[in-house]
């Protein structure tokens, strides 16, 4: 590999400050949509006490699940030694904690009380699995900091691999952590199943790596510098592979739920006749999120097509976050069984309805906006971007 | 114990209760305190009640939802709806499948010796008392709603607006989690909880679990009972027979 350089952005164009406004705007529609909701209380919001967690949870849990996946371009390249990824371990790190600030950000502002944020930074639970969560949330910000100054720092260099195998043991307990806040909640019929947990980490690796691709393709698209095919053809068929294997995971889930006497109800729920669900689960999250991105990406028809990637990884975006609000809402209308082999008729046991409002999107959307405004601003003051990741250069031995 | 307390009096009480007591203002507390001298809260006792589903008629459950209300000051949301509305107690009616037998029971918080609420709290806001009560400490509530997540029992309410007018015994705030206290306030004066007083016959029995000569404990060695969501292994202070 030849030597690579680093440079910022320019960051002055009219395309760059436009760029910025409207990001900005989302996330004054959002800090506006919090005010709102924080000011009157929750029952201006779609969330009941039947559907604790609604639209903010689903964009804060893919945020942060995008997060600890955005991570993985840069473990492939120091934890295992694939100098093709080298270059691209900077961008991978300011995604991640980008993406994580933007998730964190919307689960904060969804609290009844944001104000006691305090609270939750002193008094700690360690039963709690959120409790670790807010741990491994902290952590993450500081080891790919350090991974970040390893990577930066010439006379660093050295310690990189170390830092970054920590970095990506540190990624896998926090999205197994993620996954658990699911898993392991006993008495929901959706939830309770340890698989949630190794689920959570694959689904990271395909978020996160879809939005990596379009934070990459895009910037170097708009700053007019070469991006060779070497570089973009390996993440998209390592992208394909990952959501092959979240399609994996998900029937695995199913299938072992249906073995279930007691869970046959809620996963007819889901498959079947849960009207909105069920309709989000087939054609939002398994046909639109996974296969028709996994047909652009090996079809020879649009292989290779940098608009088909483009395109296929917003739609895992999208297949991303309906999987995760068919999980959290669909978890959650569907409701416990309280008395086996009775029937409820008054009181409790129906379906529960959820009509997500336009500040939960709106602060949601913010997250996102947060997490774009963060990368485009740190790529401007300090030289995350190679100045080019032409074939020739990310690969000498590339034959033209 | 019914004397009135004066300032003084108050910060020493105060000063002696146990941990997790927390004060909001003179004369208000998040958890009614005892007096650690006359009363403490130990794990010898575990305050317990058993619903008779066969002697508990409909009007029962009615009474023991409006006297929680009446109690602590819930049930008159002025904005919430559907859902949203705070329901510390309700009124359930259940048919087996196979005979079609219906019985009508009162649900609310199951007061767990493993309670999944307080081990999901990230801040200990849910806790469980010696004596087995399981509260909500409203100072350190977040209102991340993990408890409700984890409840088996959909038991607790999140205050989803503004209150004004509560019950100085029962403070409650917009954005942090509530539910039954099995009237905590109450019982530490050595008084039943409001829902079992409203009942005029022996079809719910509040007491001390641990107590072999308590009429609560004296039943459930009598009787056939059941836990809801036994499988769990919760051990709940409630208990149903009849179902």
Known sequence: ????????????????????????????????????????????????????????????????????????????????????????????????????????????????????????????????????????????????????????????????????????????????????????????????AVIMAPMFVIMSFAFGLAFFILVLMASYKWTARPLGDATVNRLSNLLGVFVAAVLYFVAVYHLGNLYLAENSGVENFILLDGGIYTKLFWYGQIILGSLVPLALLYSPATKGNRTMLGLASVLIILGGLIQLYVIIIGGQ??????????????????????????????????????????????????????????DDVVDPHHKK | MEKTINRRDFIKTTTATTAGVATLATGITLTTFVNANENPVTNEKRWGMLID?????????????????????????????????????????????????????????????????????????????????????KHLCIGCRYCMMACPYEARSFVHEELTDQKEHMPRGKGTVESCTMCVHKVDKGEQPACVASVNSDAVIFGDLYDSSSKINQTLKKVQSTQIRADLNLNTAVRYSGI
């Open chain 2, 53 to 137: 589903t066969n002697r508990l008629t409909e009007t029962d459950i009615d009474g023991m939802v409006s006297a929680c209300q009446n109690e602590h000051g819930w049930g008159s949301d002025k904005l919430s709806t559907g859902d949203q509305k705070a329901s510390w107690i309700k009124k359930l009616k259940v048919k087996d499948t196979a005979t079609g037998r219906i019985s009508n029971l009162a649900l609310m918080c199951q007061h767990c010796e493993e309670p999944p609420c307080v081990d999901v709290c990230p801040t200990n806001a849910s806790m469980k008392r010696e004596d087995g009560i399981v509260l909500v400490d």
């Open chain 1, 1 to 192: 590999m030849s030597i690579i350089r680093y440079e910022q952005t320019q960051g002055k164009s009219l395309g760059f400050y436009a760029l910025v406004a409207g990001l900005g705007a989302f996330i004054l529609a959002a800090l506006g949509s919090v005010y709102f909701m924080e000011h009157n209380g929750h029952h201006v919001t779609g969330m009941s006490n039947r559907i604790v967690w609604g639209m903010p949870h689903v964009f804060a849990l893919f945020l942060i699940v995008a997060a600890s996946g955005a991570l993985n371009i840069a473990s492939i390249a120091s934890v295992f030694n694939k100098k093709v990824y080298k270059p691209l371990s900077r961008l991978s790190g300011l995604v991640a904690l980008a993406l994580l600030a933007g998730g964190l950000m919307v689960l904060v502002l969804d609290l009844g009380r944001p104000d006691r944020l305090i609270v939750a930074m002193t008094e700690y639970n360690f039963n709690s699995i959120f409790a670790w969560n807010i741990i491994l949330y902290n952590g993450f910000f500081v080891i790919v900091g350090v991974y970040l100054w390893m990577m930066f720092e010439r006379r660093m260099n050295k310690y990189s691999r170390s830092v970054g195998i920590a970095a990506f043991t540190w990624r896998l307990i926090l999205t197994t952590g993620t996954g658990s806040i699911f898993g392991f909640l006993v008495a929901r019929q959706a939830y309770d």
């Open chain 1, 333 to 390: 209308a569907y409701p416990m069984e309280l008395f086996p082999g009775k029937e409820i008729l008054e009181g409790y046991g129906t379906i529960a309805s959820y009509t997500p409002t336009l500040p939960e999107i709106m602060l949601g959307l913010g997250g996102v906006a947060v997490a774009i405004i963060a990368i485009t601003y740190l790529v401007k003051f300090l030289p995350f971007l190679p100045e080019s990741l032409a």
